[in-house]
């Protein structure tokens, strides 16, 4: 198959949570920084969580989409319930998906975003099977 784009690179789950018990401050350790604070041993209640998929390959592979070109996506998946809502996170934003790599021992990366009142995002990360795609993975037909 032909496709107008290819993007190579990183696929994980991605979980955006939004809490007004988030707050920034100036931070003491960077100048010019903010820090996202919240108080640590309680609960937080957080607003309905949205999910998709996430990466830099995967987002510009649905932006492409988006823009009506025939877009897929060369990224390292596993073979777990995350890899499955990444690819079908993807075919609704349009991205052929069938050169997803799976990796049979490492799980999906995932990533929880945490968003504070005006916007400003801290990803905590777990790269997963995307962190070992390499040159191997690499079909001869692209």
């Known amino acids: 198959m032909h496709y107008d784009v ?3 690179g990183a696929a994980v789950r991605d979980v955006y949570v939004h809490s007004d018990a988030f707050h920034v401050t100036n931070s003491s ?6 820090d996202a604070c919240f108080v640590l041993g309680r609960k937080i209640e957080i607003e309905a969580p949205v999910f998709g998929s996430g ?3 995967t987002n510009a592979a649905a932006t492409f989409g988006h823009l009506g070109l025939k877009a897929a996506s060369l990224c390292k998946i596993g073979t777990d319930d995350l890899a499955q809502d990444v690819i079908r996170d993807l075919e609704h934003h349009g991205v052929y998906t069938h050169a997803m790599v799976r990796d049979h021992k490492t799980p999906t990366g995932y990533s929880v975003l945490l968003t504070a009142e005006g916007g400003e995002r801290t990803a905590i990360v777990y790269r997963g099977a995307s962190a070992h795609l390499n040159a191997a993975d690499l079909p001869n037909r692209f």
């Open 6 to 8: 290819l993007t190579i």
């Open 55 to 57: 990466g830099g390959a």
């Open 29 to 34: 350790v960077i100048p010019g920084k903010q």
